[in-house]
């Protein structure tokens, strides 16, 4: 079985403690097939923590569209930015799933998953019709779902980081390429999942984490 890749962000070497905290402490009760003694893998721990902060993502994360120009004009400034694979800041380049999260990180303080497929299980799924800006807007540029991401702008555009040899820019959604390998699109926003008693209990959880994080 191929295995999932995993690189810790610069700015999620605390979510990557509280992952491992959160699988440690449940990995025997998540497969109950397990004997206690049997020793698990350590991929194995770092993706059950890993679906756990998606989870925690989808479920409290506020929605861009109280404040979509700000939001907006944030991404545009890192319009020159070069592509760099696996990079998660401006100074040394940017891909195309870590530019989201650098934008949502810098301008919302949302801690979202770093690569596109993670970020594709985030949010609500919406039709291309129903796109506002700050959505998300998938691509398959790889023979492989999910495998681009970028932001919707307004007007038909979106803003992202293609590839190597490239920098950050703006592109049409109607464009022979990007129409043609167009995968979805998701909102982020944690209304459409959760209820407050809901959200309270998963902040609980992750402050409980942070506490326990400090003993690693």
Partial sequence: MKKAPFS???????????????AVSSVSAADS??????TTPKESMFQAGKSYIARVSDRIVDSVSSKPDEFINRAMEVIGVRYRWDADLPQSGLDGSSFVGYVFKDKLGFLL???STELSRVGKSINRDELQPGDLVFFNTMRLTFSHVGIY????KFIH????GTSV???????????KRFDGARRIDSSVNSNDPERQELLNEVNNLKRNSHSL
């Avoid at 820019?169 to 129409?179: E, G, K, P, Q």
């Fill in 153 to 156: 702008v307004g007007d038909n």
């Fill in 161 to 164: 980081s293609p590839s190597k």
């Fill in 169 to 179: 820019r703006v592109d049409d959604l109607s464009s022979l390429y990007w129409d």
């Fill in 33 to 38: 097939d397990v004997s206690p003694e049997v």
């Fill in 8 to 22: 810790l962000t610069l700015f999620t070497r605390l979510s990557a403690a509280l992952c491992f905290a959160f």
């Fill in 113 to 115: 998953p770093r690569r």
